[in-house]
């Protein structure tokens, strides 16, 4: 018997900051999402060694594409990141939001965010 082939859903994929791996983002309408995976995750930690982001494996934010303003951040799926709070984290959103500057993202960021 032979097995059929799922179809796999469409969604953007480009090289993130840092020389980081896929970023993977939704166009939401007035919001976009930026999701990095465990490999995103892991390579960023590689780059801040005591950044407190130890059991972080995956991490989607939402942001305004008015404005850029931060909506809403879940940490492995579950939600809160309050555990996870510091500067590592700051920056790791920061980087997902220029995530979204580059091109061929499907979701577009306010350009003037990210630096060049």
């Not at 480009?14 to 896929?22: K, Y």
């Not at 930690?45 to 989607?60: F, H, N, Q, Y």
């Amino acid at each position: 018997m032979a097995k059929k082939k799922k179809k796999k859903k469409k969604q953007s994929k480009t090289r993130g900051p840092r020389g980081l791996g896929a970023v993977r983002t939704f166009d939401n309408g007035a919001f976009y999402t930026v999701s990095f995976g465990e490999d995103e995750v892991r390579d960023f930690r590689s780059s801040w060694p005591a950044s407190g982001l130890g059991g972080l494996r995956s991490i989607a934010a939402q942001f305004d594409r008015r404005n850029g303003d931060l909506v809403d951040l879940q940490c492995n799926g579950r939600g809160s990141c309050e555990r996870f709070d510091g500067y590592a984290l700051t920056a790791l959103v920061d980087d997902m939001q220029c995530a979204a500057t580059r091109p061929g993202a499907k979701a577009r960021a306010p350009k003037d965010h990210c630096r060049r």
